[in-house]
């Protein structure tokens, strides 16, 4: 690298050290890094931790497109629904924007050979970034993940290490094979660089619908889309682009729900976890939880759960209403909004925003009944 844009900072107790995708702790007290720049946000694209953006290791990833829903939105009786159209990246998921800038970081520094572990897309998205910068990847993933996504994991020449019982399963065993094989760890929830891709995505609803949106509704696992997007837009907010931020509103299964339950102060522990069809957020315990809140109250927003039966019901009505097939974990955002305007903490006539995270292909279709 010609030289740092940033340095990391420690969210715990705000040591600061130079760059690196090796130490992802920090050496004072155990805590996770935040990348932090040392320039100015100018609004006009988002900061990123890499030299030159043309050189990125990118597969085309953002620039999704924002669809106006207009017969979800008139059911649930909104001024506006939006959807950004997450899904329609290279490898089928959000995830893209983030492995795009871990893996550029990585391979400035030196990586030739990682591990990672996921619930499916974001090891398909590492996967097929590691392909393109030649880079060897080894990922971790539940058994039960779906068929779609653990043949991209393969197809892109990773290690697939099916692992059984739940996520944090997966990770554990990527975590022990860290250190058997003293391989790097670009964890995608443990590296601060991951979510530094997701501002972008912030900056393109701005770009296209300015700062109308007040709420913006999506499903939150490890939270990068969250707590980057959250970045995004309060860099859009320091450098004057926009006046406010909308409010974020996180929705999690009943089954998995240790940010809800965090957040409305639920005693609830990764033990009390349950199977849930929303694999993309099915994480009980989130390394970046108190950021995750942090951002949250932040912009004003809350956390809800949905029902499981919730899930197959919204990814059908948009399925045949709108002609969007979204994967369950991100038609549960939907689900999670119908919830959120009945409670009144959505005003009904609010414009609202919702990143369809995922594709339908990839997971075996549930029999609906209706
Ligand atoms: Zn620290």
């Not at 006046?243 to 339950?261: D, E, G, T, W």
């Not at 899930?311 to 969007?324: A, F, I």
Request: glycine content about 10%.
């Amino acid at each position: 690298m010609k030289g740092f844009n940033h340095r990391l900072c420690c969210v715990d107790c705000s040591s600061t050290r130079e760059p690196s995708v090796k130490d992802l702790y920090c050496e004072v007290c155990g805590g996770l890094f935040k990348v932090e720049y040392l320039d100015a946000p100018d609004g006009i694209t988002p900061r990123l931790p890499i030299d030159d953006p043309a050189l990125s290791n990118s597969l085309g990833e953002g620039d999704t497109p924002v669809v106006l829903l207009e017969k979800t939105g008139e059911l649930l009786g909104l001024k506006s629904l939006w959807a950004k159209f997450e899904f329609m990246a290279p490898t089928g998921s959000f995830k893209d924007r983030g492995s795009a800038v871990l893996t550029t970081i990585g391979r400035d520094l030196g990586v030739t050979e990682f591990i990672e572990d996921s619930s499916g897309n974001a090891g398909a998205s590492l996967s097929a970034y590691a392909a393109a910068a030649g880079m060897k990847a080894h990922v971790f993933a539940p058994s039960s993940a779906a068929a779609g996504k653990l043949d991209q994991i393969q197809i892109f020449g990773a290690s697939l290490h099916k692992i059984d019982g739940p996520r944090q399963a997966s990770t554990d065993a990527a975590e022990e094979f860290v250190r058997e094989r003293k391989l790097c760890y670009l964890s995608h929830n443990l590296s601060p660089y991951f979510s530094e891709g997701m501002k972008a995505a912030s900056y393109e609803i701005v770009d296209v619908l300015g700062d109308d949106i007040d709420h913006i509704v999506l499903p939150v696992g490890n939270g990068s889309l969250l707590i980057g997007m959250v970045r995004g837009y309060q860099e859009l907010l320091v450098a004057g682009i926009i006046a406010k931020i909308p409010k974020f509103h996180c929705v999690q299964a009943h089954a998995v729900r240790p940010l809800v339950a965090a957040l409305n102060g639920e005693q609830w522990s990764h033990l009390d976890a349950l199977p849930t069809d929303a694999s993309g957020i099915a994480v009980s315990k989130p390394p970046r939880l108190a950021e995750m809140l942090e951002v949250i109250k932040l912009t004003g927003g809350s956390a809800i759960t949905i029902s499981e039966e919730s899930l197959s019901v919204w990814q059908k009505r948009l399925s045949s209403s709108e002609g969007l097939f979204s994967e369950m974990t991100s038609a549960g955002a939907f689900a999670g909004l119908a919830s959120l305007i009945q409670s009144g903490e959505i005003e009904q006539d609010s414009n609202v925003c919702v990143p369809v995270t995922g594709s339908g292909l990839k997971e075996p279709l549930n029999q609906i009944d209706d």
